[in-house]
């Protein structure tokens, strides 16, 4: 019926009270073995469906996440088929109670819902059992490993990580295309007002978040090229890659959606009082960009699960096991070098063992700060909350480190042309560099850097831009987002931007009448009766 497009469907698991904590989900499934039933309960207000896109008005079946129950015996969160609304006049079924959860900050043509049930039965085949599965009597028959369902967040958080690079792009090709035609106030006496991305201010707000685009779109085809591998290998029966799969998407999901976000709004205070406008496409972009913090796993939360296998394989490491993937660098800290060591910042070998080294020792010390917190008596649970500030440093710092280190391998390809390998070096050199500059006291605690490497690094940025301002329209072309995609006045590929500014403006409903009807209840009473008081 889905195929045949009989039925329309979302995916039912969060609650008012329960998000990214899986387990603590609170609606039920209780199996009843005398009618091979499933009996679905939101037993308490917070157990109530809440954001599940489509829920609100459209979908007539959802997947609901809900707590099995066998013989009085919890069997964690488990998906189940449910129709909720009828199929011939769309009414909520009996037992159902659903709507729409009201206006949002942005997405407001989707209606985000909620859902309770109470007491509605399913049958036993309307279980997922393609890993678990309950047999007529009511035998429960665990998954392969508890690990499979990672298979499907992975996923999803690479395609995460692939839109956060697409929306960052978007609003760095309307920045720049319209720093190109906006100019700004007279930079020599007598002379024509410069364009403003000619300002290094200017480049220094947007050429920063350029590289980061083009970082994390590489980031994103590689994970899911990854995924695309493991999947193959997981269906086969090897579920060795999940853990690291799901602990690099996990971390890789955080770091570009908040990049993306702060990105975003730098972009939007870029195009000055314009960018605020509707017609910039930006605060759109903006709001339907924003939740992607918290849907798919809350940031925090994701960098915390990464940081979890970061302190595995480290401890690993201490114990003599060899490291492989993007944890291999955990086997050993790289000893610090002697002061007064020269190097070449700009080089991205160097680059990249900057980053490697802080990872490292960024995981090292969070290690040690887990094993003091419980050397002084608090149990697991308490040491690694007291100890969680420095796990996500730590989980960012081997983020970031994967992304250099990704952008940097890929420019190895000897089929790229000459000339283009040569601007996304400085691509990925701006990248890296204004990324340490950001975080210069992570590299400079330990004396792996000095204070005249860091100045280097700032003259290394400068010099980068001035080489990068005459490719700037061009890198933002390559995107190749169409008018129509990119929805923007200020980005518009003609830059014709000033003519459609008015057209846009003309064509507000406030505008197709000279006088406005409000000015007739309102405004006129109130003027005439103040001037009878002159």
């Excluded at 019926?1 to 899986?22: D, K, P, R, S």
């Excluded at 790289?334 to 002061?339: C, Y």
């Excluded at 061009?474 to 830059?495: M, Q, T, W």
């Excluded at 006088?515 to 009473?525: A, D, G, N, T």
């Amino acid at each position: 019926m889905a195929e045949n497009c009989v039925i329309i469907g979302t995916y039912a698991q969060t609650e008012m009270g329960h998000g990214t904590f899986l387990r603590g989900l609170e609606t039920t499934a209780t199996y009843d073995p005398k009618t091979q039933e499933f009996i679905l309960n939101t037993p308490t207000l917070t157990a109530s469906k809440w954001w599940p896109g489509g829920l609100g008005k459209t979908s007539n079946y959802c997947v609901l996440m809900a707590q099995l129950y066998i013989h009085g015996k919890s069997y964690g969160p488990h998906p189940f088929m449910v129709q909720i609304r009828s199929l011939q006049d769309h009414k909520p079924l009996p037992g159902v109670t659903v709507g729409d959860i009201g206006p949002k900050f942005g997405y407001n043509t989707i209606e985000n819902g909620f859902l309770a049930v109470n007491n509605v039965r399913i049958p036993r085949e309307n279980m997922l059992m393609k890993y678990s599965r309950v047999e007529p009597d009511g035998t429960y028959v665990k998954p392969q490993s508890t690990k499979l369902a990672y298979g499907t967040m992975v996923f999803v958080r690479a395609t995460i990580v692939v839109q956060s690079a697409r929306v960052l792009a978007n609003a760095v090709t309307i920045a720049t295309r319209y720093s190109c035609v906006r100019r700004q106030s007279e930079m020599k006496p007598g002379q024509p007002e410069p364009q403003v991305l000619d300002y290094v201010t200017q480049q220094y707000k947007l050429f920063p978040y350029l590289a980061a685009a083009y970082a994390f779109w590489l980031t994103g085809q590689t994970m899911m090229s990854v995924y695309t591998t493991s999947s193959s290998q997981i269906s086969k029966g090897d579920i060795s890659v999940l853990p690291e799969l799901h602990a690099l998407s996990a971390g890789l999901k955080a770091l570009s959606s908040w990049v993306a976000n702060v990105g975003m709004e730098e972009c939007r205070m870029a195009c000055g009082g314009h960018g605020y406008s509707h017609a910039s496409g930006l605060p759109r972009l903006y709001a339907n960009m924003t939740p992607s913090a918290t849907y798919e796993g809350e940031n925090t939360v994701m960098m915390l699960q990464t940081a979890r296998y970061l302190m595995k394989s480290y401890n690993q490491s201490l114990q003599g096991e060899k490291l492989a993937g993007s944890v291999a660098y955990l086997s050993g800290v790289q000893p610090v070098p002697a002061a007064g060591r020269t190097r070449n910042i700009l080089d991205l070998g160097v680059l990249c063992d900057a980053y490697r080294h802080r990872a490292a020792r960024l995981v090292h010390e969070a290690a040690v700060q887990l094993r003091n917190e419980r050397q002084a008596g608090k149990d697991q649970p308490d040491a690694w909350n007291a100890a969680s500030v420095d796990l996500v440093k730590a989980a960012m710092a081997h983020s970031q480190y994967f992304v250099v280190k990704n952008f940097a391998e890929r420019l190895t390809d000897s089929t790229l042309d000459s000339s283009i390998s040569d601007v996304l070096t400085r691509l990925c050199q701006l990248h890296a560099l204004h990324g340490l500059v950001n975080n210069s006291g992570d590299f400079l605690e330990d004396g792996y850097l000095t204070g005249t490497d860091i100045r280097q690094a700032r003259r290394h940025i400068n010099a980068l831009m001035a080489k990068l301002r005459p490719d700037a329209v061009a890198l933002v072309d390559a995107f190749d987002f169409p008018d129509g995609i990119l929805n923007s006045v200020l980005g518009r590929y003609d830059g014709n931007v000033y003519e459609h500014l008015l057209e846009w403006a003309k064509a507000s409903p406030l505008n197709k009448t000279d006088v406005h009807e409000s000015y007739h209840k309102y405004l006129k009473p109130f003027l005439e009766a103040n001037r009878a008081k002159l």
